[in-house]
C-alpha cells in the first residue's frame, strides 16, 4: 500500500516538475543546450568594473553603452568592445551624470571610440552639486564638437534597436526637479525580447521604486535583474515582488553589498553574479536566456570560495 501511495505521489508531481522546468527561462550557460547556429541573439555584457556601471547590448548590427564607468577605467571598457567585436556604438544611453556612469565617456571619445547617438533623460544644463565636476555639461560640449546628436528622452519613452524594445522607466515627469537626488531621478532600462526580459536599473532609490509600482503603464516583471545602486542600497519587498526575476547580477561587491545579498538569499535567490569578478554575459534567443562568467585570474579563488551571507 505505501509503495502504491509513493507511485502515486511521483506520477502527480512529475506534470508539476515539468511545468517548472519549461517555465524557467534563465539557465547557467553549461546546463542547457546551446542556441540553434542560425538564431538572431541579443547580448547583454557586464563590465568588470569597481564602483562603476557599464554594459553593453549587442544585437545584430546593433550596439549599445549603457553607462560606461568611470574615467580612470576606459581601458576594461575598451577591452570588453574589443572581445564583444565592436569597433563603434550605435548609441549610448546615459541613465545619470554620475562620475561613475558617464565619466568615461569624454576620455573614450577623445581617443577615436565612434558614438552614433547620445540618449538622456536629465536635462542639458543639470549640474550635480555634490561633485567638483559638471559631467553633463562638459560631455555635452564634447558631444557638440564631434557633432554626435543628443536625444532626449523622457518616461516611456522607446529607444530603436533592431527587434528588441527598449523601454525609458523613470520616476514620474512630474516629480522630477533639478534639486532632487542625482540617483532617485536616473532612468532604468527594461530590454525585452521575443518572451524574455531584463531590467537595467541604474542607481534608483526605494522610494522612486516603490513610486514606480502605483504608477500606470509600467510592467516590472522581468526573467533577469541588475541590483540598483551596485548593490549599496536595499530594494524593498514589493519591487522584487513585482519584478520576480529568476536571477540577479550586481555591478559591484563589497562589504557593504553585504545586505543586498541578504535580502536575497532570504528570498531563495542562490545564484547571483559580481561583475567587479568577471565580465557576466547574458544571450538569449528571445525563447530562454544562458548566462556564464568569465571569472578575472586575480578572482579565481575568491569567487570559488565565496560564502553567500545568509
Same mark, same amino acid.
Request: with cysteine; hydrophobic share 40%; proline share 5%.
Given at each position: 500500500?505505501? !509503495? %502504491? ?12 516538475? =515539468? ?22 541573439? %541579443? ?7 569597481? @564602483?562603476?556601471?557599464?554594459? &553593453? ?30 569597433? =563603434? $556604438? ?5 541613465? +545619470?551624470? +554620475? @562620475?561613475? +556612469? #558617464? ?8 581617443? @577615436?571610440?565612434?558614438?552614433? /547617438? ?20 562638459? /560631455? ?7 557633432? #554626435?546628436?543628443? *536625444? ?6 522607446? $529607444?530603436?534597436?533592431?527587434? $528588441?524594445?527598449?523601454?525609458? #522607466? !523613470?520616476?514620474?515627469?512630474? %516629480? ?14 527594461? *530590454?525585452?525580447?521575443?518572451?524574455? =526580459? %531584463? ?10 521604486? =516603490? ?12 526573467? #533577469? &535583474? ?9 530594494? !524593498? ?14 555591478? +559591484? ?24 569578478? @568577471? ?11 544562458? *548566462? !556564464? ?18
Amino acid at each position: 500500500m505505501r !509503495r %502504491l501511495i509513493c507511485i502515486l505521489l511521483v506520477l502527480v508531481l512529475l506534470p508539476v516538475c =515539468s511545468l517548472a522546468e519549461e517555465a524557467r527561462k534563465v539557465f547557467r550557460e553549461e546546463e542547457t543546450d546551446p542556441f540553434p547556429e542560425d538564431a538572431q541573439l %541579443l547580448t547583454l555584457t557586464v563590465c568588470p568594473l569597481l @564602483g562603476a556601471d557599464c554594459m &553593453l547590448l549587442t544585437y545584430g548590427e546593433h550596439s549599445m553603452l549603457v553607462d560606461v564607468g568611470k574615467e580612470t577605467q576606459t581601458k576594461t571598457v575598451l577591452e570588453m568592445l574589443q572581445n564583444a567585436g565592436v569597433e =563603434s $556604438v550605435e548609441s549610448f544611453f546615459s541613465t +545619470h551624470p +554620475h @562620475g561613475d +556612469h #558617464i565619466g568615461g565617456l569624454i576620455p573614450l571619445i577623445e581617443g @577615436g571610440l565612434q558614438v552614433g /547617438t547620445f540618449y538622456t533623460v536629465f536635462p542639458h544644463d543639470y549640474v550635480e552639486r555634490k561633485t567638483a565636476k559638471h559631467y553633463m555639461r562638459d /560631455t555635452l560640449r564634447l558631444l557638440a564638437e564631434k557633432e #554626435i546628436p543628443v *536625444v532626449d528622452l523622457k518616461t516611456g519613452d522607446t $529607444v530603436p534597436f533592431g527587434d $528588441v524594445k527598449l523601454t525609458v #522607466i !523613470r520616476m514620474p515627469d512630474e %516629480l522630477i526637479n533639478p534639486r532632487r537626488n542625482c540617483n532617485e531621478m536616473s532612468a532604468m532600462l527594461k *530590454v525585452e525580447y521575443g518572451d524574455c =526580459s %531584463l531590467l537595467l536599473t541604474a542607481d534608483v532609490e526605494p522610494t522612486v521604486v =516603490s513610486q514606480l509600482l502605483f504608477a500606470e503603464n509600467y510592467d516590472l516583471k522581468v526573467d #533577469i &535583474l541588475k541590483y540598483p545602486h551596485h548593490g549599496i542600497s536595499y530594494i !524593498r519587498q514589493e519591487f522584487l515582488d513585482n519584478a520576480d526575476p529568476e536571477y540577479v547580477f550586481f555591478t +559591484h561587491s563589497a562589504s557593504d553589498t553585504k545586505r543586498a545579498q541578504r535580502f536575497l538569499a532570504r528570498n531563495g535567490y542562490t545564484w547571483m553574479n559580481f561583475a567587479t569578478w @568577471g565580465p557576466i554575459i547574458c544571450k538569449t534567443d528571445g525563447k530562454k536566456w544562458t *548566462v !556564464r562568467q568569465d571569472i578575472l585570474p586575480d578572482f579565481e579563488n575568491y569567487a570559488r570560495n565565496y560564502k553567500f551571507p545568509q
